[in-house]
């Protein structure tokens, strides 16, 4: 139930609503779980700092640094 | 030197698809008369004393998602059944320049968003996938129709299915195959690349599609190759027979005289730094043909990953660029002393075509794509260069080790790997009958 609150609120957030297929928002909703514990994985891993810039680029990450 | 006439070449290629493609399921189109008139125009050349390059009348497969002037460019989706390229990708040019006949293009996964690729099976077990999202290219290798393919990576697309169907797949650096006119899925993860039997043919592919020649083709001696192979708990995910291969590799390679210590990469974290990049900007690239025709023809995980995308927060793709920078430092480090990093391509070799789920050395099961991408993934968020080689076999099937390479140092990258094929022997071919 938390996923589904968690989809519905990003997809209202740009317009969207909620698939009416289920099987289309099962898929949603499997995928959102995993991006989201992705994001949780990326955040307790890299400790961010102001100094660690964007970088589109990994061939130039030295200059992005 | 006898040299094959491109003809024969083009011939025996066709008749190879022919014969089994339509099992297989490797090419989406074959591009028969045309490839036999550009032999015909690569023969005469010849005959007339002026030789292209390097592959002068050699057959090579394109990748369904690169532009091949006048051949659709359909992306393995319906919705582009009419996308009739005006003109070759700048790499397609390349061949032509160095030579090579395109004989047609080779099925890939939806937009190159999977490791399944539909409707290509493996050479070495039918029942099997063969990996993707470049499967075509990989199972055509793997059979024999070609000895030369095109491959596109943005989360292992290359490696997944060389590694699936007992090939050489090479993931060149970030940028040094061009990959304007190839359909996006991440501007700043995607890379182009070769799949080939064998390493020397991989950079030899390479060498014409990035169009910088190779410094010279001795392979590294094994004696002061120094090999930091990657462990940890990111790899416990590893089946262990996989992981038997390795330690079998790395065993022949100590006594050849490399020098091999373990060493450990957050790769989960820049796996999930992939992630968080890929699906906006492929949500961003899908943004006009999406508004131009809408959901249909779009497959639910192609739809549903472009509908996260679109609602994806802006502080979590800026989080996986910004880590990019720390994960490429700190590959770029552990490379200032080793000549490379070792670890399996995937961790399980070629999942059943029937199976939602993998079960994982660490007892987990997961999904197919989540599991495939799980370690090859990494190296698109440090844009290193990672080949990936078959090195053994377990249950008949192959397994295949990447090795990484610096940021810039492809063909240093290419003579270690040819070091260490020549050090695994693996001489396996699948068995196919017509």
Known sequence: MEITEALRARLAAVGMELPADARDREQMERDLSIHLARVAELDRAADLRPEDPPCTDPTRAAECR | MQVTSSAAL??????????LDGRLGAFVTVLAAQARAEAAERDAERTAGRVRGPLHGVPVAVKDLVDVAGVVTAAGSPKLTANRAERDAPVVEGLRAAGAVVIGKTRTHEFAYGVLTPGTVNP???????????????????????RFAMGSDTAGSIRIPAACCGVVGFKPTYGAVPAAGVFPLSWSCDHVGPIAPGVAEAGLLFEVMSGVSAPGPAPAPLDPLRVG???????????????????????????????INEV??????ARSAVATIVLPEMAS???QLLAATGEKGYGRRVLAAIRLGQSALATEYLAGLRYRGRFVALVERMLEERDALLLPTIPVVAPEIASHTVRLGDGSAVGVQVALTALPGAFNCSGSPVVSLPVGLVDGLPVGAS?????GGD???LRVAA?????AHFAARPVLHA
Request: hydrophobic share 50%; charged share 25%.
């Open chain 2, 285 to 287: 690239a899908h943004a």
């Open chain 2, 229 to 259: 192979r990657l462990v940890g708990e990111d790899l416990a995910l590893v089946d262990p027979a996989v992981s038997d291969v390795l330690d079998g590799l790395c065993a022949r390679l100590e006594r050849g005289g490399a020098r």
């Open chain 2, 419 to 423: 070091a260490v094929e020549a050090a």
């Open chain 2, 264 to 269: 450990e990469l957050p790769l989960r974290a």
């Open chain 2, 403 to 407: 090795l990484v390479g610096r940021i």
């Open chain 2, 10 to 19: 083009v011939e025996e290629a066709l008749e190879r698809i022919e014969a």
């Open chain 2, 124 to 146: 070495w077990d039918e029942t099997r996938i063969a990996g993707g999202s470049s499967g075509g290219s990989a199972a055509a290798v793997a059979a024999g129709l070609v």
């Open chain 2, 411 to 413: 063909y240093e990258l």
